[in-house]
């Protein structure tokens, strides 16, 4: 079956870094557009990057554009995210999703992991 399991969250202080790692299974992997998602308490689910199939093209929600990189391997079928310069603002649990392209949109496939948790405090 499917499944996206994520890994690498953790307490860090503001200005850190962490990287993120989502290895899937049960689906071919370098078919898919790949996303990474957070949620803060309160707050609606937020697209935070994506990534196309092939890893050619990535794309940034404006609020983390310049710290934030997205990369994938598909020979190990794992999608990453690499956040530097981390705040307070990004303390979220964060999900990876497997999608596609409607234009230039990104959409959601149904199936998410269970998240990992970052936690930017000093």
């Known amino acids: 079956q499917v499944q996206l399991v994520e890994s690498g969250g953790g307490l860090v202080q503001p200005g850190g870094s962490l990287r993120l790692s989502c290895a899937a299974s049960?689906?071919?992997?370098?078919?898919?557009?790949m996303s990474w998602y957070r949620q803060a308490p309160g707050k609606e689910r937020e697209l935070v990057a994506h990534?196309?199939?092939?890893?050619?093209?990535?794309t940034y929600a404006d609020s983390v554009k310049g710290r934030f990189t997205i990369s994938r391997d598909n020979a190990k079928n794992t999608v990453y995210l690499q956040m530097n310069s981390l705040k307070p603002e990004d303390t979220a649990v964060y999900y990876c999703?497997?999608?596609?392209?409607?234009?230039?949109?990104?959409?959601?496939?149904?199936?998410w992991g269970q998240g990992t948790q970052v936690t930017v405090s000093s």
């Open positions: 999703n497997a999608g596609y392209y409607g234009g230039t949109r990104y959409i959601a496939g149904g199936y």
């Open positions: 049960g689906f071919a992997f370098s078919s898919y557009a």
């Open positions: 990534i196309t199939s092939a890893g050619g093209s990535t």
